[in-house]
């Protein structure tokens, strides 16, 4: 029985019925989650998704393990999204694989088609270990690499170095991160061997 005022996940038997395309174990979604064309959509095991995210995205999302989705999060456009294991998106981040030139003179937004358009679509990749802050903002053609992060309120649309940290608006590499959670990765693995 769920505990508070709008505190239900989803239950596997209708997580089940709505045909992804893959759905893995300990997968909780919230039940005010929008989700978008489930049948494009892969679940690894243990995902979160948390209240009010929109999930509408024509070239469909791949969750590697252990991956959560803070709420009020936006993963939406016609290309691609890929998160592998260990990643974090924070509270209010908008992923969006496709975005439009406002000053080219061109027509915008998706109920104008194509010819009368400057929309930009480009796939979005979140390396093993990578984090996006609150409020961030992700573009087109940015990615995560291994252990990148990327710090709230910031906006990126370019690829990332390994295991660095970036800020800003546009965002610019700020520090290298350390790297020692990689050890608790073996003992958190080895540890759910245990319980198989």
Same mark, same amino acid.
């Given at each position: 029985?769920?505990?508070?005022?709008?505190?239900?996940?989803?239950?596997?038997?209708?997580?089940?019925?709505?045909?992804?395309?893959?759905?893995?174990?300990?997968?909780?979604?919230?039940?005010?989650?929008?989700?978008?064309?489930?049948?494009?959509?892969?679940?690894?095991?243990? /995902? =979160?998704? #948390?209240?009010? %995210?929109? !999930? @509408?995205?024509?070239? +469909? *999302?791949?969750?590697?393990?252990?991956?959560?989705?803070?709420?009020?999060?936006?993963?939406?456009?016609?290309?691609? /999204? =890929?998160? #592998?294991?260990? %990643?974090? !998106? @924070?509270?209010?981040? +908008? *992923?969006?694989?496709?975005?439009?030139?406002?000053?080219?003179?061109?027509?915008?937004?998706?109920?104008?088609?194509?010819?009368?358009?400057?929309?930009?679509?480009?796939?979005?990749?979140?390396?093993?270990?990578?984090?996006?802050?609150?409020?961030?903002?992700?573009?087109?053609?940015?990615?995560?690499?291994?252990?990148?992060?990327?710090?709230?309120?910031?906006?990126?649309?370019?690829?990332?170095?390994?295991?660095?940290?970036?800020?800003?608006?546009?965002?610019?590499?700020?520090?290298?991160?350390?790297?020692?959670?990689?050890?608790?990765?073996?003992?958190?693995?080895?540890?759910?061997?245990?319980?198989?």
């Amino acid at each position: 029985m769920p505990s508070g005022l709008n505190s239900a996940f989803l239950s596997r038997e209708i997580l089940e019925s709505l045909g992804f395309a893959k759905l893995g174990e300990d997968v909780l979604i919230h039940s005010t989650v929008v989700i978008v064309d489930c049948g494009k959509i892969s679940f690894g095991s243990r /995902i =979160r998704i #948390d209240p009010y %995210v929109i !999930i @509408s995205t024509q070239g +469909g *999302v791949e969750f590697g393990n252990n991956i959560h989705i803070g709420g009020h999060c936006v993963l939406a456009g016609r290309a691609a /999204i =890929r998160f #592998d294991s260990f %990643v974090t !998106i @924070s509270h209010s981040v +908008g *992923v969006y694989t496709s975005d439009e030139d406002y000053s080219s003179g061109m027509l915008t937004n998706p109920t104008v088609p194509d010819g009368f358009r400057t929309a930009r679509t480009a796939p979005i990749s979140f390396g093993r270990h990578s984090a996006a802050g609150a409020g961030s903002v992700i573009l087109p053609d940015a990615s995560f690499a291994e252990g990148s992060i990327l710090g709230a309120l910031s906006m990126i649309k370019q690829p990332m170095e390994p295991w660095s940290i970036y800020a800003g608006i546009p965002a610019r590499r700020m520090r290298e991160r350390r790297r020692d959670l990689l050890e608790r990765e073996q003992e958190y693995l080895t540890s759910l061997k245990g319980l198989g």
